[in-house]
């Protein structure tokens, strides 16, 4: 079956102008996560989606950042006034059921952002 | 605090030499144990996972790692590398809380040398 999906493959914006990323999980995954990975740096956590509950915010870094997920399809992350700081690769990952380690995320290409 | 070290940030082995990427990991509660690995302008692919039972566990591509708790460690190895295998590591652990989020090392970057 199909994997996870994200769109655009790559995004090139000006400083200060918003994007929007999007993932697509797997079919019937509940689980969804955003993950940031900076040139050089292992995967920084930045937001978690788990059926109609509320998201965990815990790992997003300003209030530039949010994101949205409509029921258990799929997610926007959106970054608002982008800055160079924000250059990065967004991955997003699915899950079956989400209850933490034992369930395999399962990642997507990801987005590669340049912000100029 | 929560943390994954992996202290080789590049690794060149020979093709069809041995290979041994080290990890080591702090973790509060019991951890699971992830590698994956990401080829260039690819997603993450799981390579292999460890949750309990026997500490030895097998992945694909022959991949295999260990989990030594007294050590906080799990390297992954593999007997014989391939060119294909060129690509970087990255090695993550969670927990089993509900939603819990990975937490990733910074990488090692092999390179297989002819």
């Known amino acids: 079956g199909a994997g996870v999906s994200q769109s655009p493959s790559n995004k090139v914006t000006e400083k200060g102008k918003d994007v929007e990323l999007r993932c697509d999980p797997i079919?019937?995954?509940?689980?969804l996560y955003w993950y940031r990975q900076r040139l050089g740096q292992g995967l920084e956590f930045l937001i978690y989606?788990?059926?109609?509950?509320?998201?965990?915010k815990s790992g997003l870094p300003s209030d530039r950042f949010s994101a949205e997920r409509t029921g258990e399809s799929v997610s926007t992350l959106t970054i608002q006034r982008t800055q160079q700081e924000d250059s990065a690769v967004y991955l997003c990952?699915?899950?079956?059921?989400?209850?933490?380690?034992?369930?395999?995320?399962?990642f997507g290409p990801g987005t590669r952002l340049t912000v100029l | 605090a929560q943390s994954v070290t992996q202290p080789d940030i590049h690794i060149t082995v020979s093709e069809g030499a041995s290979l041994e990427l080290r990890c080591n990991y702090s973790?509060?509660?019991?951890?699971?144990l992830f590698w994956y690995v990401q080829s260039p302008g690819q997603g993450l692919q799981l390579l292999l996972k460890?949750?309990?039972?026997?500490?030895l566990v097998q992945g694909i591509k022959g991949f295999e790692a260990e989990f030594k708790r007294s050590q906080s460690s799990f390297n992954l190895r593999k007997p014989s590398v391939h060119w294909s295998d060129a690509a970087e590591y990255f090695c993550?652990?969670?927990?089993?809380?509900?939603?819990?989020?990975?937490?990733f090392g910074k990488g090692t970057t092999l390179s297989v040398s002819s």
């Open positions: 973790y509060g509660a019991t951890p699971y």
């Open positions: 990952a699915s899950s079956l059921v989400g209850w933490g380690g034992t369930d395999t995320q399962y």
């Open positions: 460890y949750f309990s039972g026997d500490t």
């Open positions: 989606f788990q059926g109609n509950s509320a998201p965990d």
């Open positions: 079919s019937g995954h509940t689980a």
């Open positions: 993550a652990v969670g927990g089993n809380q509900a939603g819990t989020a990975l937490i």
